[in-house]
């Protein structure tokens, strides 16, 4: 298995912005809902294109050499979003947990975004993907840690 590139040559910001990625993308916001209580509970943020094209052509433009910053970006993205969209209910966000090198910059990031653009953080959740393989437990727990100690809702 091909190594994920080196993101030191990134900074926070670049990735934030999806820089060097190559294309656009958007999100869309599915509903969970909490049907004894007949309430949105939370919105999933799924990757859409610019002009709502369906998630298949987003991943189309994910490559081995932008994956991750793509992961990184999408947070920021589905954060800012669903702040101008005034989604008060949780948001949960698929994240690969082979894209969080150091924790405790990826973290920053998000945590960034939720500040920047007034998110309460304990209302994010993350959601690892079923796509990826977990190469190191202990670096996941690791995130999971990060995540809480700074007030994250949950990692499931």
Same mark, same amino acid.
């Given at each position: ?11 926070? $910001? $670049? ?16 509903? +969970?809902?909490? !049907? ?20 298949? !052509? ?9 994956? &991750? ?17 005034? +989604?008060?209910? &949780? ?32 209302? +994010? ?17 690791? +995130?999971?840690?990060? &995540? ?9």
């Amino acid at each position: 298995m091909r190594q994920p590139p080196d993101f030191a040559e990134f900074s926070c $910001q $670049q990735c934030a912005q999806a820089c060097d990625l190559g294309f656009d993308f958007s999100m869309a916001f599915q509903p +969970i809902i909490d !049907w004894p209580n007949n309430r949105v509970f939370a919105y999933e943020a799924l990757a859409r294109g610019p002009e709502g094209q369906a998630a298949g !052509w987003v991943f189309e433009q994910v490559n081995e050499d932008n994956r &991750y910053r793509f992961d990184q970006s999408c947070r920021v993205k589905a954060i800012q979003l669903a702040a101008e969209l005034g +989604i008060d209910a &949780y948001l949960s966000i698929n994240f690969m947990p082979n894209a969080v090198y150091r924790p405790e910059l990826c973290i920053r990031t998000t945590l960034s975004a939720a500040e920047t653009y007034g998110f309460e953080k304990h209302k +994010i959740i993350f959601e690892f993907t079923e796509n990826e393989r977990i190469q190191n437990d202990d670096h996941l727990r690791n +995130i999971v840690e990060h &995540y809480r100690k700074q007030g994250v809702c949950n990692c499931c």
